[in-house]
């Protein structure tokens, strides 16, 4: 059973950073050999794609956070992160990681909400 927990989230002031981290238990095996994305959900919104990372380590961002968020991961620790800087408040929402579909079972997600 595999399970994914995101962390990180919080609430910050305009112009702020946050880390967000993504940690994959269970029989996943390294997150390496496999692509992985951040999604957010605001509230009355479908959930959309943040960030993604392939499995050969290439990125690719939606277009209203390309230069603010990177997103990356620790082969080490098996976590995946998304640091968010010049947080806006439309960044608002919950968090979710998972992998490029087909999606695994959905974690909780983390809160992230940025005040203006």
């Known amino acids: 059973q595999v399970q994914l927990v995101e962390s990180g989230g919080g609430l910050v002031q305009a112009g702020g950073s946050l880390r967000l981290s993504c940690a994959a238990s269970?029989?996943?095996?390294?997150?390496?050999?496999?692509?992985w994305v951040w999604y957010r959900q605001a509230p009355g919104n479908l959930r959309d794609v943040v960030a993604t990372?392939?499995?050969?380590?290439?990125?690719n961002y939606a277009d209203s956070v390309k230069g603010r968020f990177t997103i990356s991961r620790d082969t080490v620790k098996n976590t995946l992160y998304l640091t968010m800087n010049s947080l806006k408040p439309e960044d608002t929402a919950v968090y979710y990681c998972?992998?490029?579909?087909?999606?695994?079972?959905w974690g909780q997600g983390t809160q992230v909400t940025v005040s203006s």
């Open positions: 269970g029989s996943i095996g390294s997150i390496s050999t496999m692509g």
């Open positions: 998972n992998k490029i579909p087909p999606w695994l079972g």
């Open positions: 990372i392939f499995r050969n380590g290439f990125t």
